[in-house]
């Protein structure tokens, strides 16, 4: 019997339930980001429904390393295809390019509606930054059909998109997204495709629409979508380089790169972040900060603790060189003091310096302007951690903090990125569950850190 083979299949995988981490538009569909299943029905001949079919071929496969079909299992075609979060972005490095790539990103209903991405790892993660690292400059901007449009209505459309990246700041990822999608529709498919513009008013809505994508990639990495992401993030490379903006791209690799180690591809997240590096002349400080604290990330996740100190005070350096000859793009109004100090901590949490990594934690939240923020909530966890983790541990400091985190991520902000470092939060507390305060933090978090 066909079913005989998913038991085979699934005994060999080792798997007594079929666990699944849907990822893009199916995985929305499917009703929840992680998600098991048993598997019990199945394998007595009950045909499970769509999208489980896909996703459990999909999980079969990387468990036995060889491709495994619908027939195979005994199971009808659902109509869903899973493929590469690159699928329909292999494009030319051009204007053109860069819209189509626009379009099919933000295209909700059209051929990538049934299809599901797989998030990209390994060599093809840091594919997408070769490419657009070596990519020929765009030469013709200008677009000579539709109607005129001024570069005032530029300035409009980056007014908007300011708004959108503070409100990110407050509201997170999963209530922003929307919002910034719609203005995609405006600028990349609407304006770009539609008006007529001269070269440097092309350049600016292509930087526009660049620095739209990078916060739509950002946003859903904050809530949990990577391979979203990824497509959001590669569209948005497109759209640098057609604008011919070496630090917009460059920050949109540190983004991936951020998200890399996310993933556990510590070697891409530093490939991604010295690409970065190595592409920005160096123009803006603060950009220069912002590529150097994503290459720290990147290398204190690798456990190389020179190279993490070295980027780390390169950093420093630039955040406080204030050589206004060139000046600082928008986007990278958020990186200042109190930032900087708090992904210093992050470095030195994953490094297990425990002392450093408070002395920059507490230096960020006195710096912030506002602790009712995802940042104000990511900064308190992970303090809250080196206090459980050091020598002699201070439960009352780490749940006072940690109290703070869930009441911001339960009432004001949604990151499932904050999230995940909560739920690390509640794992450090395991072996002191018996302290009545410990235990009712951990049933104050339950609903949080199971979202």
């Known amino acids: 019997m066909r079913f005989g083979r998913l038991r085979a299949a699934v005994a060999t ?9 849907p990822t ?15 598997p019990y029905k199945w394998k007595k001949g009950d045909v499970p429904r769509s999208p489980w079919p896909l996703l459990t071929t ?72 070769h490419e657009w690292l070596i990519a020929q400059p765009s030469r013709a901007v200008a677009s000579t059909t539709g109607r ?16 959108l990246r503070r409100m990110d700041d407050h509201l997170g990822g999963g209530q922003t997204l929307g919002l910034v999608r719609q203005h995609l529709s405006t600028v ?14 092309g350049r600016r809505l292509h930087a526009t629409a660049g620095e739209l994508l990078r916060l739509a990639g950002w946003l859903s990495f904050d809530d949990g979508h990577h391979s979203q992401a990824q497509r959001f993030w590669i569209a948005g490379l497109y759209q ?99 930032q900087a100090h708090a992904q210093a901590g992050y470095c030195y949490v994953k ?18 302007d506002n602790e009712y923020t995802r940042e104000g909530a990511l900064r308190n966890a992970l303090l809250a951690t080196t206090y459980v983790q050091q020598a002699h541990p201070d439960l009352d400091k780490a749940l006072a903090l940690g109290d703070q985190a869930v009441q911001t991520l339960t009432g004001q902000v949604t990151s499932a990125r904050c999230i ?11 072996p002191y569950r018996r302290t009545p305060a410990v235990r009712r933090f951990c049933h104050d978090a339950k609903d949080l850190v199971a979202t």
């Open 13 to 21: 995988s080792g798997a007594d339930h079929v666990v699944v981490r």
């Open 24 to 38: 893009g538009r199916v995985g929305e569909e499917a009703g929840a980001r992680s998600a098991y299943k048993a």
């Open 420 to 430: 995940k470092h909560v739920r690390n939060l509640v794992g450090a507390l395991g």
């Open 188 to 201: 990349v498919v609407g304006v770009l495709r539609d008006r007529r513009y001269t070269d440097s008013v």
């Open 148 to 163: 005129p449009l001024s570069p005032g209505v530029v300035d409009h459309l980056d007014a908007v998109t300011a708004s």
């Open 240 to 338: 640098a380089h057609a604008a011919g903006d070496r630090g917009l791209g460059a920050n949109i690799l540190g983004f991936m790169s951020c998200q890399a180690k996310d993933l556990g591809q510590l070697r891409q997240a530093v490939t991604l972040a010295e690409t970065a590096r190595s592409s920005y002349p160096d123009t803006s400080p603060k950009v220069s900060t912002i590529l150097d604290l994503r290459a720290a990330e990147a290398y204190a996740n690798n456990r190389s603790v020179v190279d993490t100190r070295r980027a780390l005070d390169s950093a420093f350096d630039r955040l406080n060189d204030n050589r206004p000859e060139h000046g600082d793009p928008d986007w990278s109004y958020w990186i200042n003091e109190a």
């Open 351 to 368: 490094l297990k310096d425990w002392p450093r990594a408070r002395d920059h934690l507490r230096a960020a939240l006195r710096f912030q």
């Open 58 to 129: 999909v999980l079969l496969a990387e468990q036995l390393q060889r491709p495994i079909t619908f027939d195979e299992l005994g199971w009808p075609d659902d109509g869903f295809e899973a493929v590469p979060a690159s699928a329909g972005l292999e494009l030319p490095w051009s204007p053109a390019g860069a819209l189509q790539a626009g379009e099919v990103v933000n295209d909700s209903e059209g051929m990538m509606h049934r299809r599901m991405f797989l998030t990209l790892l390994g060599s093809a993660l840091t594919s997408p930054a």
